[in-house]
């Protein structure tokens, strides 16, 4: 085709938006230059290799190596992990049995459908558009690649993603999912949302749900060794754009009803309508925490919810296992009261299975830390829950304290027997305003992390 490259030449589509953005992403992982991505549609491909099948080289990548051979598709992918920095045991895959056949076949699944894939706003960039040409070398935006595995599983995951689209971009229902991911600027945060997601769902099984009842089971420990209070609720979910939520407590001498839709918040004690506003930020803020650590890690998806990679970490050992090495994902909120503006939640996901394992919290208000472990996952209805979770006292190093409190779920039911009649004669607002997980009012304590529920009733709320 061509005398040999000084490096490795790559041919793709550069009117295809799905492959210009895996092209930034590789150039994050190639600091020497040893790989030149060159458009097809450049004007001096032609000189540069000339002969060249135009039509075979659109539906799939062409590799040229500096020693002359040439490579197609997925081999040709093959033969860029092996110089791409951290991508090299992913070209080892392809020794094992059945993965290239495999690999080739995800391949031509994902480039036939690219332009799907390129899809963004409600708009297409297709072959020919305006404004596509030679392309030049850029940084990604924080100057990274994916981390290497999640680049393997990206691969891999847009064919679930492009497999309940339409052949026309503009006709397609809304993807919440890949219009969140198009808006994450961090590319190593995103890759680490993707695959946690494709662990935990996948989101088209999540979608699919309208609502979730499950038992909700507290102990308070307070740093203290025994629990000082239990509490067992049944709690039922609205997954529509409403955040219904309802909370009922199955024990104790005055059980307490909660109801919110919306900002419209209803609490009744006994079967006696509660009234003082005074007693009521303590429900409304603990019915919201509850709803928000349950639905994680799908709250990523929140609009204001900003993510930024904070490297590879081994947290801290919290039994006699060692930690598995995490990604960490910082999670942020914009639109935050100035009291809460300093927030923070580092979300530990492992390495080895994609899962939560722990998320550290600081709350700037009166700047103290939690950590809370997620752990014993069990599948409801094809999602992944992390049916226990702990919160525990810490400091900024993440060290695990004194345990706090301890939160398990039971009996999931996805698209449960229940309807709108759960918030019969409530009016629905507007769908709750701020973002991400509450603070609890400062008299309850500390227990605001995500994953956390909150101490019992003193009689000061």
Known sequence: MTAAAARYVALYDGDCGFCTRWRDRMMARDPQGLVEWLSLHDPSVAARFPGIDRDDALRQMYVFAPDGSFYKGAQGWRELFRVLQGLSWAAALYRIPGVPFVMDRVYRYIAARRYRLSCANSACR???????????????????????????????????????????????????????????????????????????????????????????????????????????????????????????????????????????????????????????????????????????PWDLLDPEARLQYRGERTPPMASRVPSDLCDVVRLTFEGQDESRRDDWHDIYISRVNHLIDRIHSYRAEDRTYSVVLWSDHLTFGGVRIATRRETHATDVTGEIGALEAVVEYSGVHFDAPFGDEVWSGMTATAPITTAGPPSLPAAAGPLQAPGTGAPPDDGTK
């Open 126 to 296: 297709t072959p020919g558009a305006a404004g596509t040409g030679p392309a030049g070398r850029r940084k990604s935006p924080q100057g990274r690649g994916p981390h290497a595995a999640a680049v393997v599983v990206a691969i891999l995951l847009p064919p679930c993603l492009a497999a309940g689209s339409s052949v026309a971009c503009a006709a397609r229902d809304p993807d919440p999912l890949s219009e969140r991911l198009e808006a994450i600027a961090d590319p190593d945060a995103e890759a680490a949302v993707i695959a946690s997601f494709a662990s935990y769902g996948p989101y088209s099984v999540w979608r699919a749900h309208h609502n979730v009842e499950y038992t909700y089971r507290l102990e308070f420990y307070g740093g203290q060794k025994d629990p000082q209070a239990v509490s067992r609720q049944t709690h039922r979910l609205d997954l529509g754009p409403l955040a219904r939520s309802f909370a009922q407590d199955l024990e104790g001498d005055a059980p307490q009803v909660v109801r919110v839709a919306g900002d419209s918040l209803e609490v009744r004690r006994a079967g006696v309508p509660v009234l003082d506003p005074a007693q009521l930020d303590f429900p409304r803020a603990f019915i919201r925490i509850a709803r928000w650590s349950f639905l994680l």
